[in-house]
């Protein structure tokens, strides 16, 4: 029988029915049903089918070792989120995207040090707790966190200009399941523009911009890793995030304070920003 | 309202509302619903997916200037030929895929040349006639043919070992619309196997083999240009192509000839092999 528009689909699968890993051959075969039924839906030109693999490529092509296109791509279509929802825990805090940014190792730090290492902007204070889903603290928990700086830029996207590991720390809670460390506020910005997807996004007329935010990868015996943002209340593009990862139970407060005691406790100078949040894990089922 | 499994792609399609072309909205509308619903139903873990990207990565990062992985993608997927397939004209000879190996222009050629520059395997004889829909000859029509050698490899594959544009040929009909050429028997060969398309097969439990055959693409006034091979009868691989090319009315004998007077007519050595066949075009419909 000749390959043609009705047995594509089923010629394929069958391509694929000695594949040992069982797990693979299911997701091969769904992948090929799915993509199969979109194309057949929308039957692309062969000059359509032409462009949308050179955009794969250029995609491809612009990953390095600190930039993840693909991430990105992933991202800008609600993929990423969509695949951290349907992997949530569900009595813990709610989880986002990754995101591209987490490439380097987050330098190691103790509690209380600053992830700032420019110090030209408005402190900012970060303090909280990392607790079991039934409210017990955890110590030694890990806290991995990145962010851009106050102009909207990770270490990584200015190797000149920011030292390396700028806006990144590895922490690890007290014996109360306790994380404080001193930043900056993070400002709203755009996801990189100079690539295929910001090419993507202008032809689609969408914007490239992302509420503020601190990213979060929390790690603790005995319970599932959870990899989160908690984002700044009143930022921008919190209602239009370009890559989806807003959830309103992740938008803090980050107030101005000018609690001279707290400030001098933590070693900022007031006025400063503080943002106070606990983070919740869930135990592993396993 | 939250991003959540049921809102994810209302969410990601919504945000495509102002793409100025409506073709591209059209095509993100179904990409969007399509993606979704594979990984709505395979429900990737955070590993897998992350396994997904790093795989599209590095077909991206194996493309050249030589080398096309992510056509290679399309091709064992059913893709290629399935676009191929909706795209094709009713009344002419049936399409195939392009394949990855159409990167460099052909050399221009006269009539009776030989493709082949190295001149150590038996010689093959390729004539026939292009026709229109009807049956009539269309003279200057453009005949651009590429094949691997005797033992498998395209020019591109082995830069230090064939010349560039070896075979490989530009040609037009004369004006009884016939068109000749001299060439070696291609062989089978196995797409190319030391990148992630080359994994993914051996993950698969897939072979990477394609039937001999000889690339073709027409061009003539007036009609649609025509993407398609030539399969050689009796190769091995003819009813398990790795890329789901071979279409039955496609498969040409490549007979044994000791015709002394074609191989003086024709500047080959008897014995020699001799394909001859027609290859049709319909009209364009604009």
Redesign the interface.
């Known amino acids: 029988m000749?390959?043609?528009?009705h047995t594509?689909?089923r010629?394929?699968q069958d391509?694929?029915r000695?594949?040992?890993?069982p797990r693979?051959?299911?997701?091969?075969d769904?992948?090929?049903r799915?993509?199969?039924?979109?194309?057949?839906?929308?039957?692309?030109?062969?000059r359509?089918?032409e462009q949308a693999?050179s955009f794969?490529?250029?995609?491809?092509?612009?990953?390095t070792d600190t930039r993840?296109e693909?991430?990105l791509l992933?991202d800008v279509?609600?993929?990423?989120?969509?695949?951290?929802?349907?992997?949530e825990q569900q009595d813990g805090t709610e989880s986002t995207v990754?995101g591209p940014f987490h490439m380097v190792e987050s330098p190691r730090r103790e509690l209380g040090d600053s992830i700032d290492l420019i110090g030209e902007a408005q402190p900012c204070l970060v303090t909280g707790r990392v607790l079991s889903g039934d409210g017990t603290p955890l110590p030694d928990a890990e806290v991995d966190v990145w962010q851009c700086n106050e102009k909207g830029f990770y270490d990584v996207q200015q190797p000149g200009v920011q030292p390396s590991g700028n806006g990144r720390g590895l922490f690890h809670t007290d014996p109360e399941g306790r994380f404080r460390f001193r930043t900056v506020l993070p400002s709203h910005y755009p996801i990189p523009t100079d690539g295929p997807i910001g090419r993507f996004l202008e032809?689609?007329?969408?914007h490239p911009y992302r509420p503020a935010h601190i990213h979060f990868i929390l790690r603790a015996d005995g319970h599932a890793p959870l990899?989160t943002h908690v984002f700044v209340a009143g930022s921008p593009y919190l209602d239009s995030d370009a890559v989806?990862?807003?959830?309103?139970s992740l938008i803090v407060d980050f107030t101005e304070s000018n609690d001279a005691e707290t400030a001098a406790r933590n070693g900022v100078q007031a006025p400063f920003r503080h943002a106070e949040f606990d983070l919740i894990l869930s135990r592993e089922l396993r």
């Open positions: 000749d390959f043609n528009e594509a689909t010629a394929v391509s694929f000695d594949t040992p890993d693979l051959r299911e997701l091969l769904a992948l090929t799915h993509l199969h039924a979109f194309v057949g839906e929308v039957r692309p030109s062969i359509e089918w693999i794969l490529t250029a995609v491809g092509q612009t990953c993840q693909f991430v992933s279509l609600g993929v990423s989120m969509l695949v951290e929802t349907l992997n990754l032809a689609t007329g969408r990899t989806f990862a807003v959830k309103q």
